[in-house]
């Protein structure tokens, strides 16, 4: 990949993504959740910051856009349905514009759900998915639809299965008590929960996994599968009813 991507672990659970472009050293931000620690991690590198790439509106994504626009000069990217409540943009994007750092480039996205205009970046073996797909699970849908969301999943299933899924949060502990309660017997996920239980022992970040690995431990990705639709009493339903049931399940879990 001519992509170099650092996670920076920032706020109480949130991933920042700083990224180089290793051709041209044009360097980007996947959202802005703390300047602290972005700024740190910059600094250690001797990098500026060209680029900031939005993904959604949510305050733990954009709170520290002004502070390195202002710090940097770096322009804002982000969705156009979303212009009126982000930041000022330089750009606005839709579904399926490029947004390129320096010479790589992504395809955008639109995966709405947990909001309406929330927006993915598809690099080539790299997709930034923030709320939307989540390391063992999804975002809650505070404006979409179950329906939307699980539209916006599928798009992302559809990636190179060796694709790195980078997510906004660490929330894999909870995830993974979830995603047993649904599939106990998971030999694969039941692996995942020990390695993010690991990694969280040793302050060491969930992220990037393989789409691969999320489609084979990610209870809602696997509303596919009719072993969850009967774990969910929906023997035989369709996709989006299954995935829509998991979803709600999560939400009182
Ligand atoms: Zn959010
Ligand atoms: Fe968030």
Redesign the pocket.
């Known amino acids: 990949m001519a992509l170099e991507i650092i996670v920076v672990p920032c706020r109480q659970d ?1 991933y920042g993504y700083l990224l180089r472009d290793m051709e041209t050293g044009a360097v980007a931000s996947v ?1 802005a ?1 703390e300047e602290a620690a972005l700024v740190a991690a910059l600094e250690e590198r001797g990098w500026g910051l060209d680029l900031i790439l939005l993904t ?1 509106h ?1 305050e ?2 954009v709170d520290a856009v002004g502070p390195l626009r202002a710090r940097y000069g770096a322009k804002v990217w982000g969705a156009a349905a979303d212009a009126h409540r982000l930041p000022k943009l330089d750009r606005d994007l839709k579904e399926g514009d490029e947004a390129a750092l320096g010479a790589s480039v992504s395809r955008v996205i639109d995966v709405s759900g ?1 909001t309406v205009g929330h927006i993915a970046y598809a690099f080539e073996g790299a997709v930034f998915t ?2 939307s797909l989540m390391a063992l699970g999804c ?1 809650r849908l505070f404006e979409g639809t179950a329906l939307q969301m699980w539209g916006s999943l599928s798009k992302l299933m559809a990636l190179p299965k060796e694709t790195l899924v980078y997510s ?2 660490n929330y894999g502990a909870s995830n993974g008590r979830f995603a047993l309660s649904i599939e106990p017997g998971n030999a694969a996920l039941q692996d995942r929960v020990r390695r993010i239980a690991e990694a969280d022992a040793a302050g060491a970040p969930i992220c990037p996994v393989t789409l691969e690995e999320e489609l084979a431990t990610n209870p809602f990705l696997r509303a596919t599968e009719e072993s969850v639709k009967a774990a969910v009493g929906l023997s035989g339903a369709d996709d989006a009813a299954v995935f829509a049931e998991v979803r709600r399940r999560k939400d009182v879990f």
């Open positions: 949130n959202d959740p959604h949510h733990d994504h947990h923030a709320d975002g906004g949060h």
